[in-house]
């Protein structure tokens, strides 16, 4: 059909995930939750853009239902939960002799003092980290992480490399680099002080 049938009045279409001649729209078969969601608002708020809703509502539910819990259930299998492994591995990460301090690791990892004081505790009574007095201020305690952290902050990073590589296999080379780099460009949008600090 030309565009010339088509009548000079007649309103134009939305571009978009509602409108079945978009190239934005997914093949047939592969519409997810994000699609469904943005059909919805299509419809009933045809006026706005939500295109950067769906995108970004996409990577949320990624990180929330796929590779969130696929990181949890990699660390748990050494009776630790993600909060304690990403304690254990800040501590690793620093090289010998694996000590910070208590507010440092708050600091570093996004805490409150109350949270991260309720973590160590946990940890130091599964023999993963030593607490001990600061020698050059007694007022402070320095957090330690002991053989037996070191081995198991080795072993559950060992596990959740293995997850999260298995699901990013599922993207072809272009697909991860394509990735990499808009998550980049939205990281420096962010800012220094957000960039991830495990």
């Known amino acids: 059909m030309s565009d010339d ?25 592969s519409a997810d939750p994000t699609d469904r ?8 708020r045809p006026d706005l853009d939500l295109g950067a809703v769906a995108v970004l509502g996409r990577l949320a539910f990624v990180a929330e239902q796929v590779t969130g819990p696929a990181g949890e259930r990699a660390v748990r ?8 492994f990403d304690v254990l591995a800040t501590l690793r990460r620093g090289g010998p002799p694996y000590v910070l301090s208590p507010s ?4 570093t990892l996004l805490t409150s003092r109350a949270g ?9 009574r ?9 020698t050059e201020d007694r007022r402070s305690f320095r957090i ?15 596990d959740l490399a293995a997850a999260l ?26 800012g220094p002080s957000a960039a991830p600090r495990r």
């Open 37 to 44: 969601l943005a059909d919805d608002w299509l419809r009933e």
């Open 165 to 190: 590589t298995g699901l990013v296999s599922l993207l072809d080379d272009g697909e991860r680099e394509g990735l990499d780099r808009a998550l980049r460009s939205l990281a420096r949008a962010a």
């Open 126 to 134: 599964a023999g993963l980290v030593a607490r001990s007095l600061d």
């Open 5 to 29: 049938s088509v009548p000079a009045n007649a309103p134009a279409r939305p571009e978009g995930p509602g409108d079945p001649d978009s190239p934005r729209r997914p093949a047939a078969g």
């Open 77 to 84: 299998r050494h009776g630790i939960s993600k909060g304690e």
């Open 116 to 124: 991260m004081t309720k973590r160590l505790d946990r940890l130091e």
């Open 104 to 107: 440092r690791l708050s600091d």
């Open 144 to 158: 330690a992480l002991t053989d037996e952290g070191r081995r198991v902050a080795d072993a559950a990073l060992t």
